[in-house]
């Protein structure tokens, strides 16, 4: 059993894979992390950006052993050139998800976003948008974009409220 987390401003005892956006890291489907300070971050943010009050940590434990044999997933180890290729194809609108049930690896978020950005733009060589990324402090998300496998796989531990930044809950 890996714990597993997802930083929001409400609980989500049932994710949903149909209801996210198609412009994400990976595609559409849940998105969780095993790193704690990472959701928590993000309950944060999205309270900020959506002027909720309550930044929300739900905790699941993912059993990979049910997972089925079929299953079509996708993990990046690291920031490198394939990670780089498949964040900028989705950005582009390539849709290099279609056809996985989960993809795992690190976030595209504000301390690598510059680097891609440059790279999906011309402005770096693969080489240079590389050789920036390796500096980047590790991050993880996993999207599950099979409902199967939510149902299947990920059982809803608890939720808990996040602290807001300065200590106040």
């Not at 079509?72 to 900028?88: K, P």
């Not at 402090?137 to 300065?166: N, W």
Request: aromatic fraction near 12%; proline fraction near 4%.
């Amino acid at each position: 059993m890996t714990t597993l987390y997802h930083g929001s401003y409400l609980s989500i005892p049932s994710p949903l894979t149909h209801v996210g956006r198609r412009e994400l890291d990976f595609g559409p489907g849940f998105y969780v992390t095993s790193m704690r300070e990472q959701a928590e971050r993000w309950a944060r943010r999205v309270c900020v950006v959506r002027a909720e009050d309550t930044p929300t940590l739900s905790v699941y434990e993912f059993d990979e052993s049910l997972l089925p044999s079929s299953i079509r997933r996708l993990i990046f180890q690291h920031y490198d050139r394939e990670w780089l290729d498949f964040i900028v194809g989705s950005r582009r609108g390539e849709s290099p998800w279609k056809g996985y049930d989960i993809i795992e690896g690190g976030v595209a978020n504000d301390q690598v976003i510059d680097t891609v950005e440059d790279y999906y733009a011309g402005r770096l060589t693969v080489e240079q948008a590389i050789g920036q990324l390796r500096f980047a402090k590790p991050t993880h998300q996993m999207c599950i974009a099979s409902q199967a496998v939510v149902d299947r796989c990920l059982r809803f531990v608890a939720y808990e409220a996040v602290r807001k930044e300065g200590g106040m809950r």
